[in-house]
């Protein structure tokens, strides 16, 4: 049983922000390799992050945990990291952790990467 | 009253697993649960199986965790037993509030308010060697 079958992403690069779109499952099992994947762009300068979930299946806490880290090194670096997210069981569970005020969801990328 | 139960190794590779079968064994058994509240179950079981297996890991702990599903008319109930260190949830660091900027140092510690928001019952059972964790949800009158 292999974790890393659990999830995947793709890159890719819109009005200078890097998107990265996430599909699969985001757990303990899976999240250490989103947050490598994060932490990687952020050390080569790609700092302003979106990470679309629209294909995530499942997100737990180790997940909202691995966001909240990339979200701080992203404006540590002077950065941004927002969210994009349609599905209500996820977009839930930044409302019950309150972490929908702590940083940006949008509905959309174009939404997501609109403005500075 | 079904019972379907499981044992996994402690490890996370087998934390989807433990979400596929409580999806066939609830969703087959207590069809009255919405699909909405069955997704609620499986990330508070994917939560308390998280936490069983960190408690294993830290003592180096032998054995299996054990995840029970208790299907009955009113109620689906999960429990989820574990050999590994115990803890005292009401010593569980409270979070700053979310508009508070230290808010953000805070990674970790919103596994069991999920558990405790998404479910009508969480229990937390220290035993002599380990925990058991209890989370229900309720059905639907037919």
């Given at each position: 049983m292999s974790a890393r079958m659990q999830l995947r992403t793709e890159t890719v690069d819109i009005a200078g922000w890097t998107v990265v779109s996430v599909f699969g499952e985001v757990d303990v099992a899976t999240a250490p390799d989103l947050k490598e994947r994060l932490t990687g762009l952020v050390n080569e300068g790609r700092v302003k992050l979106v990470l679309d979930?629209?294909?995530?299946?499942f997100l737990d806490s180790t997940g909202l945990g691995m966001i909240v880290s990339a979200l701080k090194r992203a404006r540590t670096h002077g950065g941004d990291l927002r969210i994009v997210c349609t599905e209500a069981r996820i977009t839930r569970l930044f409302e019950i952790t309150g972490l929908d005020k702590a940083l940006t969801v949008m509905p959309t990328v174009d939404a997501a990467v609109a403005g500075s | 009253m079904a019972v379907v139960e499981l044992e996994i190794p402690a490890?996370?590779?087998y934390l989807s697993l433990v979400r596929l079968i409580v999806d066939a064994a609830v969703g087959s058994l207590a069809p009255g649960l919405s699909v909405a509240r069955l997704d609620d179950l499986k990330i508070a079981v994917t939560e308390a199986c998280s936490n069983a297996i960190e408690a294993h890991e830290a003592i180096c702990a032998d054995g299996p965790v054990v995840v029970r599903c208790t299907i009955e008319d009113h109620q689906v109930t999960v429990d989820i037993v574990d050999r590994g260190r115990g803890f005292d949830p009401e010593r569980v660091e409270v979070l700053p509030a979310?508009?508070?900027?230290?808010?953000?140092?805070?990674?970790?510690?919103l596994g069991i308010p999920l558990m405790r928001t998404l479910t009508d019952e969480v229990t937390f059972m220290p035993q002599a060697d380990g925990t058991r964790v209890s989370l229900t949800v309720y059905r639907p009158p037919p």
């Open positions: 979930l629209s294909g995530v299946d | 490890r996370p590779a979310a508009t508070d900027p230290r808010r953000l140092r805070h990674e970790s510690g």
